[in-house]
């Protein structure tokens, strides 16, 4: 795990709320490194082959168990690096596996065991595809959208869900071959997330801010209200995912296409929230003392570059390009408001 900077986090003893204790005894695990699809960041060209009319059909999210369709898996990666696979995917997801939202619902992708050595899929067993909802120009720009939120968190800390992007080709078998091509882009597992940062996936609801080292919980915090996210929440889990490392908590965030730098067509905010809009910003985190909240306020400063050269992402619209600098203009012009930054985050926790 990254430390957040050299003064900004000495883990320190936490206030357990549901969790157990932890102590001197639980050592972080030795970390290993990424698996061969997370260990770069270059493109991928892929091409997946099956009956996407009879996949898509299975979009109950109230089954306890996936049903999996037979698919091939074609890809490049590298000019050395490239085959075919023969796979099973599977529809996920909730509001976007409606077929009234999208059309081409998320995926995920399993693996032939033993089938996957000297390729970059080596080790994978299950995975989840990100893609594009519909095909209009507007949809397909999403997961470019997305797959940029993920890269701004990679930027503020390893313990993090890496993503691999995709240039993707879909060949329908079930609807005369009908072809279609958009961005997509893969989503490190849970497991691997641990592995590579020396964690232990927990998967207890019920957690509190105050489980978490506090420079965590205000960095998750202060990102997720950076991006515009309000469709998150520790103790239920929903759409973070909580690990043990070492003597403290850290909770990793996923799932950003009703993030405000997003705005996708089809994201409305909670009514309960009082927002008017997905791109209104809200304080969802923990109450933060001063001086974390100066210390995160260096921080964020300190990676506002890299920030901005994760959200450029290459092939995004110029006009989305310039409405994610201008959000995040919005953000970082708040942020050194010593005045309002101390609104939005101290009152409203």
Not at 25 to 37: D, M, Q, R, T, V
Not at 201 to 210: C, D, E, P
Not at 303 to 332: M, N, V
Request: aromatic share 12%; proline share 6%; glycine share 6%.
């Amino acid at each position: 795990m990254r430390k957040l900077t050299l003064t900004l986090v000495a883990l320190v003893a936490i206030t357990p709320g549901v969790l157990p204790a932890q102590d001197s005894a639980n050592a972080p695990k030795a970390p290993k490194p990424a698996k061969a699809l997370f260990a770069a960041n270059t493109p991928l060209s892929i091409t997946l082959t099956a009956d996407f009319k009879a996949t898509f059909k299975n979009r109950d999210t109230t089954k306890s168990k996936k049903e999996w369709f037979p698919a091939t898996l074609s890809w490049v990666a590298t000019p050395g690096d490239s085959g075919t696979l023969a796979v099973e995917i599977a529809t996920r997801g909730h509001y976007r596996l409606k077929s009234g939202t999208c059309s081409f619902p998320g995926l995920r992708v399993r693996f032939p065991k033993d089938k996957t050595d000297n390729t970059i899929w080596k080790g994978q067993s299950t995975i989840k595809l990100g893609t594009h909802c519909k095909a209009n120009p507007r949809y397909l720009q999403i997961p470019l959208q997305e797959f940029a939120v993920y890269r701004i968190y990679n930027v503020l800390t390893d313990s993090s869900f890496r993503a691999r992007l995709a240039s993707a080709t879909y060949i329908d078998t079930g609807d005369a071959n009908k072809t279609a091509a958009a961005p997509a882009f893969f989503i490190e597992e849970d497991d691997d997330l641990a592995r590579r940062v020396g964690a232990e996936g927990l998967k207890q609801t019920g957690a509190m801010f105050t489980d978490l080292d506090p420079a965590i919980a205000a960095m998750l915090s202060l990102f997720e209200y950076m991006v515009g996210n309000t469709d998150w929440s520790l103790p239920f889990l929903h759409n973070i995912r909580l690990f043990r490392l070492g003597i403290t908590y850290v909770a990793a965030p996923y799932d950003f296409d009703w993030s405000g730098i997003v705005n996708a067509p089809y994201a409305f905010p909670d009514y309960r929230l009082g927002t008017r809009s997905v791109t209104d910003r809200l304080w969802r985190g923990p109450c933060v003392s001063n001086e974390t909240l100066d210390q995160m306020v260096t921080f964020f400063n300190s990676r506002k570059a890299a920030i901005y050269e994760a959200a450029s992402q290459q092939g995004l619209d110029p006009k989305l390009l310039k409405d994610t600098g201008q959000y995040l203009d919005e953000f970082f012009k708040t942020l050194n408001d010593a005045f309002k930054i101390q609104g939005e985050v101290r009152v409203k926790c």
